[in-house]
C-alpha cells in the first residue's frame, strides 16, 4: 500500500514539474519523507534526474547553455554546502529543513520579485538550488525565480537542462556523504516507471488544463505539506 501511494506521489509530482518546470521534489518530498526518510533525497533525486533528460531532450532547442554556465558553477559549492548539511543534522532536524524549504519555495513562486537572469542572479541561483537541492531534494524555486518571466518553453528547456546537472552532481556528493547506496536504488526502482508515466501523461493533456489553475493547487498542496513537515518537528 506504502508503495502505491508513493508511486501516485511521484506521478503527480512528474506531472507537475513537466508543466510548469518545477515541482516533482517540492511535492514529493515533505509527504514521502514521512513514509520513509530513506526517499530524501537521493531516490527523489534519480526521479529528478531521469524526469530533467526526459524534459531536456524534449525542449533541446531552446536550451541557452550560455546562461546556464553561471547556473552550475554556484551548483558546484552549493552542493558542497548542502552536502555537509545532511552529514551534521540528524532526521528530525532534516524534516525541519525540508519544511522550511518547501514554504521557502512557495512564497518564492508567489512573490512578485522581478529578476533578470544576469551572470550574478544565476551564480547565486545556482548555489542555493545546490544547497537546498543536495539537502532536502527541493532545488528547483530559486533557480525557477530567475527564469519565471521567460517564455515557457525557454523555462522548461532551461530548468530541465539544469537540473540534470544538478541531480547528478547531488548524487555524487550524496554518495560521498554515505547517503546514496543500494537501499536507496532498490527504493526508487518503483518510483522510476511513474516519473515517466507522469511525464508522458502530462505532454498528452497539457492543452485541456489552466496553466494558472495547476500552478495555484500545486502551491496549494506545497504549502499544506511544508506546514505539516514544520509541525512534526516540534510534535
Known sequence: MDIAIAVL????????????????????????FFM???????????????????NA?????????AGLKFAILGRIPGTIAGGL????????????????????????SLGNVVLKPSPGAMLSAGFLS???????????????LVLQHQENDFIRANLAAF??????LSLIMLTIVGRFGVDHILISLPLLPATLAGYWVAMQTLHLISHQNLRRYSLFLCAVAGSVAILSYWI
Do not use: E
Open 163 to 168: 537540473f540534470v546537472v544538478s541531480c547528478l
Open 36 to 54: 520513509d526518510p530513506l526517499y530524501v533525497p537521493a531516490p527523489i533525486t534519480m526521479c529528478a534526474l531521469v524526469l530533467s533528460l526526459a
Open 57 to 65: 531532450l524534449k525542449h533541446w532547442h531552446f536550451i541557452s547553455f
Open 85 to 108: 548539511l545532511i552529514f551534521w543534522i540528524d532526521q528530525q532536524q532534516l524534516a525541519l529543513w525540508l519544511g522550511i524549504s518547501v514554504i521557502f519555495g512557495v512564497l518564492l
Open 9 to 32: 506521489i511521484i506521478f503527480v509530482g512528474s506531472y507537475v514539474q513537466t508543466s510548469i518546470g518545477f515541482g516533482l521534489a517540492i511535492i514529493a518530498a515533505p509527504l514521502l
Open 130 to 144: 545546490g544547497f537546498m537541492g543536495t539537502s532536502t531534494s527541493i532545488g528547483g524555486p530559486p533557480i525557477a
